[in-house]
């Protein structure tokens, strides 16, 4: 069965460091998004993607996080200077239509120092 | 914010007893989905229920949505230790593309 797959699995990072977190969304799905968990906290909303542009962005998609699908497999998510409080699970999700359920991914944990 | 909020944030239960959990939200939805997370794991997707239909079934999971309370239920009959993880419900709304807000989730426990 298709899958969403992401990587790393787990990243450690420095303050201030660029992280770039890697996801192959299953491969006929149209629609792609980033989510985080904080530890102990609700999955958030971070941004949505289709027709290789942004749909929607939540408050904490600032100017540091940005997205793009460089080719027709890769969506990526980068943060470009890394807060502590960026530490989390990040998900990313596809679906293939527009009112049909998301299929995440493993999750990368980020874990910034 | 239409986030789903999960009651009662945990559940411990016998193995073969029935799990039942709630989740309220607070907008007009198009559609309300459950999923399952094992610790420190991804989010697995259980059902989804649109906003037309009342009650669904997938297994041993059965759904039920009422819209005009805004609440939505996941029973699950005859639990095994393997359904030991955390549950949340998802609401998506009419928007571009129904992004999903999550509630804070449920936490089950079966006991062996």
């Known amino acids: 069965e298709p899958e969403v797959t992401q990587t790393p699995s787990h990243q450690v990072t420095q303050m201030g460091q660029e992280v770039i977190l890697r996801c192959v969304p299953i491969?006929?799905?149209?629609?792609f998004y980033w989510y985080r968990q904080i530890l102990g906290q609700k999955v958030e909303f971070l941004v949505s993607?289709?027709?290789?542009?942004?749909?929607?962005k939540s408050e904490i998609f600032d100017d540091q996080f940005s997205v793009e699908r460089p080719d027709g497999s890769n969506f990526t998510l980068k943060i470009r200077s890394t807060k502590l409080e960026d530490s989390a699970m990040y998900f990313c999700?596809?679906?293939?239509?527009?009112?049909?359920?998301?299929?995440f991914g493993p999750g990368t944990r980020l874990t910034v120092t | 914010s239409q986030q789903g909020e999960e009651d009662p944030q945990a559940l411990s239960i016998q193995e073969g007893e029935n799990a039942t959990m709630n989740c309220s939200y607070k907008?007009?939805?198009?559609?309300l989905q459950w999923y399952r997370q094992n610790s420190g794991r991804g989010l697995v997707h259980l059902i989804l229920?649109?906003?037309?239909?009342r009650e669904k079934h997938s297994g041993r999971l059965r759904v039920t949505l009422d819209t005009s309370k805004k609440s939505s239920s996941l029973l699950i009959t005859a639990s095994r230790a393997a359904d030991t993880a955390s549950y949340f419900c998802?609401?998506?709304?009419?928007?571009?593309?129904?992004?999903?807000?999550f509630g804070a989730g449920t936490t089950v426990t079966v006991r062996a």
């Open positions: 907008t007009s939805i198009n559609n």
């Open positions: 993607f289709y027709n290789n542009e942004i749909s929607e």
């Open positions: 999700a596809s679906k293939p239509g527009v009112a049909y359920e998301q299929y």
């Open positions: 491969s006929n799905h149209l629609y």
């Open positions: 229920i649109r906003s037309n239909e």
């Open positions: 998802a609401t998506a709304r009419g928007s571009n593309d129904y992004k999903l807000s």
